[in-house]
Structure formats: C-alpha cells, structure tokens
C-alpha cells in the first residue's frame, strides 16, 4: 500500500523546522524506520513531512563538562563507531549494536527511536540506567525532560504539539556495564531486555543499576534488587527472593511474540545469568 498524499519539505536549521511543525499539521521524520511504514498501511496520514536530516546542530556527538550530548539526528551505527561514545559510555555503543541489521542502523536515530517509544526498544532502559536526560525545544521554549518522565507508555511520550526532541544528555558513569537481549533473532524487537551498571570495589558492588525493557509502561529500574545488592558481597542468591518478587510485578509487553508471563521468565533468567557472570568474575 502506498501512503496517502503529503508535501515535504527539507528544511537546513531548527527554527525552520520549528516553524513548520508549529501548525500540528506536519509530522517530523528522521530516519523513517517507523515512520514511513505506518504511513504506507495508512496508520497514520500527516498532511506533510519535516525531513530533519540537513539540520546539522541535530547531528553533533559531544562531550560538555561531565556529560555526553548526542543530538537527535546521530544513527545508530554513528553511536556504534563513535570514539567519543566509546572512550565515554560504551554501554551505549553496545545497547545500538543489536538494533535491526546495518541498514536499518545506518538509516534509524536516536531521537527517532525515542521519539516513537516503541516499548521494545533498546536505548530505553539503557538510558534509563544512565540517568539521562531529553532535551525537548520547540519555537518558545527549551525544556529538560529526565528519561525516568519522557516514556509514559508504549508508543506515548513527554513530547507536545510542536516540539522536537533535540539531543539526548548522559552523565558520565564511571564503571562498567553489560546490556543482555533476549530476541529470536539478533535483528528483531526485545522479548527481554536488561541493561546493568556496576561498579566492583573491593570485591563489593557499588552503585548498581538494574533496568528492564520491552515493558508496556515503559522502562523500569529493578530498586529493590539495586538495593539488596548494593554494598554486598557478589551473591546472586542474595537477591533472589527479592529479584522474584519483583519481576513479578512487572507488566512486559503481551504480544504475537511472546506472552507477559513468558517474558517475565526471560527476564529473571536474564538478570540471574547476569548477576552470576558478575560473581565469576566476568565483565570486571
């Protein structure tokens, strides 16, 4: 199916592009990986598009201060190959290297995949972990969003009526992280996803972080297996009561590929496989 018909317009700055989204008629696309799909099944039919990909401020990967901006332009492949994201988050260059195959990589965004919240997607709980933040603009105003308040559901964001993500903040976290998904393919949508920071100090965790995906509220901090852990000796079996008990109060996405209660099974066995590296000495 072909979409319906729409103008397009290629603006090169932001306040073009900002001036045109402000009427709520037309729809921005970046890299189109979502976007032009649900177009063609007339999923949705925006009267015209704002193709952002000659706005080079939406492209920039730098680091300021302690924190690390990746505009919202920058693929997925840039953030795999990026020296910068290397040196300062790798845990994000590995949550965009299991995303799609390498055209969609080279093709799909970062603030594109946030943008359209799909609960599957991979840069959620990790930056979720990370404690970043969204920088949202629109012609009047710029505004901060913490990630922990950008998702409110599948396919549901912080973002209003002519706004436009901008970049995405990420504070500097020093130590290491492991990112685990669980798909039938290497290329396909989460059916489990975790990432975890860590710091190993003495032979103790310090300052760990648990966050789970492919959830229809949106990404979800483990705390209380954070906590039981945190200070402790490498024990999995410490936190197991506890790691039970809450992804069990989960609520993972419920589909064609898997239902809520399988997912929950691949959870903990993702967390539980992850902790118990962590005891052997792998990753530290």
């Known amino acids: ?19 045109l989204l402000a009427n709520g008629e037309c729809r921005p696309i970046a890299g189109g990986q979502s976007l032009v799909p649900l177009m063609k099944l007339r999923i949705v039919a925006p009267k015209c598009l704002v193709d952002l990909g000659r706005i080079e401020s939406l492209r920039t990967i730098a680091i300021e201060g302690d924190v690390l901006k990746v505009g919202a332009m920058v693929t997925h492949e840039e953030i795999v190959e990026s020296q910068i994201i290397e040196e300062f988050s790798p845990v994000l260059a590995l949550t965009a290297e299991s995303i799609g195959d390498l055209q969609v990589r080279n093709r799909g965004t970062i603030g594109g995949s946030l943008a359209h919240a799909d609960p ?25 969003v913490p990630m922990a308040d950008f998702v409110k559901g599948p396919y549901t964001t912080d973002l209003r009526q002519g706004e436009l993500l901008e970049a995405v903040m990420i504070p500097r976290y020093r130590g ?14 989460a059916i489990g996803l975790v990432t975890m920071l860590y710091k ?21 901090r483990l705390r209380k297996v954070e906590e039981k852990l945190r200070g402790g000796e490498l024990n999995p079996k410490a936190a197991e009561d506890v790691l039970k008990e809450e992804v069990a109060l989960l609520q993972p996405v419920d589909d064609i590929h898997g239902g809520a209660e399988y997912r929950r099974r691949v959870i903990f066995t993702l967390v539980k496989r992850m902790l118990e590296g962590l005891a052997r000495g792998e990753g530290q």
Not at 176 to 189: L, M
Not at 206 to 220: E, I
């Open 176 to 189: 290491r992280g492991i990112v685990e998904k669980f798909a039938i393919r290497k290329a396909d949508f």
């Open 120 to 144: 599957s997607a991979n840069y959620l709980p990790t930056l979720l972990a990370l404690e970043a933040e969204v920088v949202v603009v629109s012609p009047l105003a710029r505004r901060v």
């Open 1 to 19: 199916m072909y979409p319906s018909n729409f103008e397009y317009y290629r603006p090169s700055n932001l306040n073009e592009a900002l001036e």
């Open 200 to 220: 190993v100090i003495e032979g103790k965790l310090d300052d760990l972080r648990l966050a789970v995906g492919a959830l229809a509220t949106g990404p979800v």
